[in-house]
């Protein structure tokens, strides 16, 4: 299996909701990341767990909170976030921390009332 | 600090036509290269990468990428486009150890018949 899955495709909500994205992967990575992608824009990294630990956060607003439960699952929990922040939002994990080959699943596109 | 940079935000090419897709890197470190593509409303995949191995390196789909240290350069190349290589490519830059990979700002691809 050499696949990142990501639920769900869509998601709006308005400014005051709680949701939460995921991210699964069954390929034994220890590193996953999550990727903010605008319009004809590359993605942004957003946060790294290395090992199940956050190890880079790239100073994102505290309205987006992640969370490793496991090797396997990402979770980015979203509240009361800001119409810009609608984008595609990219899970993506590698073998281990270092600069290896990343695999991405297909991403969620949100998008905030 | 590392960083890449893409010359052409378009590209067009004629079906049969050579394809090439310029880059170039910054990096303290020797370092990891790879290139991506990513279809409309879809995650990154990708193409291939660079680890200090062969300096030609083969991709999927026909691609290869030439890594010249003298010109710190990385360019995407195919001898012969195919309609479904209608896409957008990144070019991306990480360092051994380091797990942030930096992208470039990338180029579209139009194919045309």
């Known amino acids: 299996d050499t696949e990142v899955t990501q639920t769900p495709k869509h998601l709006v909500m308005g400014m005051t909701n709680k949701k939460s994205l995921k991210c699964e992967q069954h390929m034994g990575h220890r590193a996953m990341y999550w990727y903010k992608q605008k319009a004809k824009k590359p993605p942004e990294l957003m946060f790294v767990y290395s090992y199940e630990k956050l190890s880079i956060n790239e100073s994102v607003p505290s309205r987006f909170s992640p969370e490793c439960p496991n090797s396997s699952l990402l979770n980015l929990h979203l509240h009361a976030l800001q119409p810009e922040d609608s984008a595609l939002y990219l899970c993506?994990?590698?073998?281990?921390?270092?600069?290896?080959?990343?695999?991405f699943g297909p991403g969620t596109r949100l998008t905030v009332l | 600090a590392q960083s890449v940079t893409q010359l052409g935000s378009h590209v067009s090419v004629s079906e049969g036509a050579l394809v090439l897709l310029r880059c170039n890197y910054s990096s303290s470190v020797p370092p990891y290269l790879f290139w991506y593509v990513q279809y409309p409303n879809q995650g990154l995949q990708l193409l291939l990468k660079?680890?200090?191995?062969?300096?030609l390196v083969k991709g999927i789909n026909g691609f290869e990428a030439e890594f010249k240290k003298s010109e710190t350069s990385f360019h995407l190349t195919k001898p012969s486009a195919h309609m479904s290589d209608a896409a957008e490519y990144f070019c991306?830059?990480?360092?051994?150890?380091?797990?942030?990979?930096?992208f470039g700002t990338g180029t579209k691809l139009q194919v045309i018949p």
């Open positions: 993506a994990s590698s073998q281990d921390g270092t600069a290896g080959e990343q695999f």
């Open positions: 991306a830059v990480g360092s051994g150890g380091y797990q942030k990979v930096t």
């Open positions: 660079y680890t200090s191995a062969a300096t």
